[in-house]
């Protein structure tokens, strides 16, 4: 039954549906907030293998391919990004009453500043692209056009993509390493709240 509930033990807020509560009774992501998380994941994971591999490549067919690849990767984190800010705005991430307020404050600025730069490098990929005066393409779908040629902003776009491909490997690096200190020590059931009901509570 769909409809079964459970109080959220350690808040002691009010009842909640069990499929937005963990099996320690901590509030749950919503499922299109947990949706989005992974895909933002799993399409990070792809942009920086892809761009690695564009840059290691001579001149070519291939490399051209990884460039494309790498941009429409890049731009749907983008779009992703937006979403997820907008769909934030209305459904807040739920409070997390177990972790001391000090860690919950640097989780919570690892987190503006993993969407700050999840917006930043895509931005900067398309201007230091589009400055050049080269169009976009979106997988071969369709394509966003150039602007008009401009070396020296083209220049610090390019410096703030490259320079920032290392705010990218510290702040996910600091965001999986502070899940697995959740997982491994504190052993909070953490990750739960970012994946759907495991235990078929709230399903029958
Ligand atoms: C989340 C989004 C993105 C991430 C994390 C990302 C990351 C990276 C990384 C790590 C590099 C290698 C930098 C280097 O070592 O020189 C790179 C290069 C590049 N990226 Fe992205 N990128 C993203 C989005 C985009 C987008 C949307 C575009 C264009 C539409 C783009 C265009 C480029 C270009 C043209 C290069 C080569 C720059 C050069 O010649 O040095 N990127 N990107
Ligand atoms: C495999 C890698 C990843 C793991 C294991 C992971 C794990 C998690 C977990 C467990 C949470 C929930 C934390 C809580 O309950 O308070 C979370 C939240 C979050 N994650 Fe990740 N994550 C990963 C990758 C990423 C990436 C690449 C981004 C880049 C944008 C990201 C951005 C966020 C943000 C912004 C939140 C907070 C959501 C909000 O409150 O708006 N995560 N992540």
Redesign the pocket.
């Known amino acids: 039954m769909a409809n079964s509930t459970v109080t959220t033990r350690r808040t002691g807020g009010p009842a909640l549906p069990a499929t937005y509560t963990t099996a320690a009774g901590l509030p749950r992501y919503n499922p299109l907030s947990q949706l989005l998380h992974w895909l933002t994941a799993a399409?990070?994971l792809a942009?920086?293998p892809l761009?690695?591999v564009?840059?290691s490549l001579p001149a070519g067919e291939t490399k051209g391919t990884m460039?494309v690849l790498?941009?429409?990767?890049?731009?749907t984190?983008?779009a992703i990004v937006v979403i997820r800010i907008l769909w934030r705005a209305v459904h807040p991430a739920p409070a997390d009453p177990n972790t001391p307020r000090a860690l919950e404050l640097i989780a919570t600025v690892n987190h503006w500043l993993l969407y700050a730069?999840?917006l930043i490098?895509?931005?900067?990929?398309?201007l230091?692209?589009?400055l050049s005066g080269r169009s976009?393409p979106y997988f071969w779908l369709f394509t966003?056009p150039g602007l008009d040629k401009n070396e020296s902003l083209q220049k610090s776009f390019?410096a703030v993509?490259?320079f920032?491909?290392f705010a990218?490997y510290l702040l996910v690096v600091l965001h999986v390493a502070g899940t697995v200190w959740h997982l491994v020590i504190r052993r909070d059931g953490i990750l739960e709240r970012m994946l759907p009901v495991q235990d078929g509570r709230g399903t029958r």
Request: proline share 3%; charged share 5%; no cysteine.
């Open positions: 399409f990070a942009v920086l761009a690695w564009a840059l460039f790498h941009k429409s990767v890049g731009l984190i983008f730069i999840f490098m895509p931005v900067s990929g398309y230091l692209s589009a976009t966003i390019e993509h490259v920032g491909q990218v």
